[in-house]
């Protein structure tokens, strides 16, 4: 089975740009979207398809899907941007999710 | 507002069926497929499969074939996961999410709170 692999845990300070990856086997050559979920609440879609920004999202938030990574990166970080964040594609039919990395903004 | 409604939190016995329920609110249910997704303790998002309420097409998770069933009332706007044959690796929160049609293409553009469901004797 097709599987993601996410940092466990990413720690960043105020203003900083974060990085958050995605890895899979060529997962390139798939669509990757990425859910932000902060404590206590529902999980919210921040990128789809690789890059793609919902309008409610901030322009901070952009995605990039190349070879065997995909990354999310967060810039001009803010205390609000703290939450667990998770990768997902789609193989052989099946929904497909990363581990998830908690993003901690001091 | 366009949001999924799903109860707080349900309690089982091992070996009992718990139903979820996931009522879809600002939007028609049946025009979009929707998705179950659960995360238990110290584990990843798990997808289990998905319900086209329009057409009553499914598909489920391989890993949970057999012991899961979505059903739906377009009447009452409202999915329901029934998930039987509980055991303490069922403990974890259970979300509804939607996707458009055909399902299994695009991310999950809506979610609920999250369910708990706790399996315990």
């Known amino acids: 089975s097709y599987e993601l692999t996410q940092p466990l845990s990413l720690t960043m300070a105020l203003g900083q740009t974060a990085r958050i990856t995605c890895g899979g086997n060529n997962i390139g050559a798939k669509s990757v979207h990425w859910y932000q979920r902060k404590a206590g609440q529902a999980p919210v879609l921040v990128i789809y398809?690789?890059?793609r920004r919902p309008s409610e999202i901030p322009e901070r938030f952009s995605g990039s899907n190349s070879g065997n990574t995909a990354t999310l990166t967060i810039s001009r970080l803010q205390a609000g941007d703290e939450a667990d964040y998770f990768c997902?594609?789609?193989?052989?039919?099946?929904?497909?999710f990363g581990g998830g990395t908690k993003l901690t903004v001091l | 507002q366009v949001q999924l409604v799903q109860p707080g939190a349900d309690v089982k016995e091992p070996g009992a069926a718990v139903r979820v329920s996931c009522k879809a609110a600002g939007y028609t249910l049946s025009m979009y497929a929707m998705h179950w997704v659960r995360q238990a303790p110290g584990q990843s998002l798990e997808w289990m499969g998905w319900i086209i309420a329009g057409s009553g097409s499914t598909k489920y998770s391989p890993r949970l074939q057999g012991r899961v069933t979505f059903t739906s009332d377009t009447s009452a706007n409202t999915g329901y996961m029934e998930l039987r044959s509980l055991t303490s690796e069922d403990t974890g929160v259970y979300y509804c999410?939607?996707?458009?049609?055909?399902?299994?293409?695009?991310?999950?553009?809506?979610w609920g709170q999250g369910t708990m469901v706790t399996v315990s004797s």
């Open positions: 999410t939607r996707e458009g049609t055909p399902p299994g293409l695009d991310a999950f553009d809506l």
């Open positions: 997902q594609v789609w193989d052989s039919n099946t929904g497909v």
């Open positions: 398809r690789d890059s």
